[in-house]
């Protein structure tokens, strides 16, 4: 079972609750805005806790209400962000290295030059993250997050914010992690044709007003 | 232009201040972060605590730390029994009083600086695998850069130009203690002192403008609003 999940959390007045029980290489989180889909991967990535339920990966428990609760950097579970996220202060090339470098040998799979091609990305290693179009950063997002050896993708969104050509450039690099990487995902998103062409099982989550 | 002893005078100052900041400076650090970061009852009294020493008289800091560092102080006592330290009447207690009145405003720049540090950067970081010093030195400190410089030039600033607390506590003794206020002031009581007067006034106008001016350029460049 690569992906063996069951969180309940409380924000404020609105409770978020999901499963996701499946063999699937991707799985599709869709559902309104308001349901929780952010909150699910935060809480797959270690960044909220849930107040009930738990999290495996593979069979190796990440979170358990029990006990268990492996911090967010020994998870290994890669995340892209809505916004990318790139830290500003950095060059892209330092931004893809910077999981890579807290990672040791025998973890990494990936190494930079074959994410570099994979993304198409070699032109922008000298700069600077705000100097980036929406598709370029997201791109560099997606590498800096396969750079840090995950054993599982988290992509949040990550089409929400470019233009439909682009949208098309990323969605066929994701295709390719699925099929060539084999990397386990879980992919938010409101759009059906997206979920349609990635993913292998969809998760609709509701309680969204 | 200058002579030997006012030349003295201003590396005293220099030294002092130099001193004063690098030693309050981890404590800034800490107030701000915890300021900045944290969330607990209580706080608005140690942000008040901490900004104590921008309102009340100099005069009434210099007194307390009398009474908690002098030789009969709780620590000044502790401090002489066990590391044979006397601040009273040295320049260490002159670098002490600059700390203590230039602490607010450094922790207030910095908090700012901290306060502007996405958190979501962070987040970031740790999925890619950073703990949690790491992300701090790798990802929040250097974005707060410009405002932590800001705040140690401003720190610098204020302690070059603090009298009261210093004369209270660590008292007006040449070469030791007088800095240059305190030898602006001496001056002034001496007859034909004006011409000494007027230089050590305006080296330290261009010490404080040039600290104003260099903390303002750094806060500009972050994109921050004004420190003070």
Redesign the interface.
Not at chain 2, 123 to 131: E, P, V
């Given at each position: 079972m690569s992906f063996d999940i069951d969180v309940r959390r409380q924000l404020g007045r609105r409770e978020i609750a999901a499963r996701i029980v499946t063999d699937a290489r991707v799985v599709a989180v869709v559902g309104s805005s308001g349901a929780g889909k952010t909150s699910l991967l935060n809480m797959v990535a270690g960044l909220l806790r849930p107040d009930a339920g738990h999290v495996r990966l593979d069979g190796d428990t990440l979170f358990d209400a029990g006990g268990a609760d492996v911090p967010p950097e020994q998870r290994r579970i890669g995340y892209v962000f809505q916004e990318h996220r790139l830290f500003p202060h950095r060059r892209v090339g330092w931004n893809l290295d910077y999981g890579a470098r807290l990672r040791i040998a025998e973890e990494r799979w990936i190494t930079r030059d074959e994410t570099v091609d994979l993304l198409g990305i070699g032109h922008l290693l000298d700069r600077w993250p705000r100097n980036l179009s929406g598709g370029e950063a997201q791109r560099v997002a997606i590498g800096r997050a396969l750079l840090s050896a995950p054993r599982a993708l988290l992509l949040d969104e990550p089409l929400a914010a470019l233009d439909p050509a682009r949208r098309d450039g990323i969605l066929t690099v994701l295709e390719q992690i699925r099929d060539t990487l084999a990397l386990p995902m879980i992919y938010v998103s409101h759009d059906r044709a997206d979920v349609a062409r990635l993913a292998g099982h969809v998760v609709e989550m509701g309680g969204g007003e | 232009m200058l002579s030997a002893e006012e030349w003295a005078i201003v590396a005293l100052s220099a030294r002092i201040s130099l001193v004063a900041v690098g030693a309050s400076f981890p404590v800034a650090l800490g107030l701000a972060w915890v300021l900045a970061r944290w969330r607990f009852p209580g706080k608005i009294l140690l942000d008040a605590l901490v900004h104590l020493p921008l309102v009340i008289p100099p005069v009434v800091t210099g007194w307390l730390l009398l009474i908690l560092f002098g030789p009969a102080g709780p620590v000044g006592a502790w401090l002489e029994r066990s590391f044979g330290v006397v601040l009273v009447f040295r320049w260490t207690g002159a670098a002490l009083a600059a700390a203590v009145m230039a602490l607010p405003l450094m922790v207030r720049a910095m908090r700012l600086s901290i306060e502007a540090v996405d958190p979501?950067?962070e987040?970031?970081?740790?999925?890619?695998?950073?703990?949690w010093w790491?992300v701090r030195w790798?990802?929040s400190l250097?974005?707060a850069l410009p405002g932590m410089l800001a705040g140690l030039v401003l720190g610098f600033a204020r302690s070059i130009g603090e009298f009261g607390a210093t004369v209270t506590f660590a008292s007006n003794i040449p070469n030791e203690t007088r800095t240059l206020p305190l030898a602006i002031y001496s001056a002034l009581q001496l007859p034909g002192g004006e011409a000494a007067v007027l230089r050590l006034s305006l080296i330290s106008i261009a010490l404080s403008l040039a600290a104003l001016v260099a903390s303002e350029w750094l806060a500009r460049r972050h994109g921050q609003a004004h420190v003070l």
């Open positions: - | 979501r950067l987040a970031a970081a740790r999925t890619l695998g950073a703990g790491r790798t990802i250097p974005l």
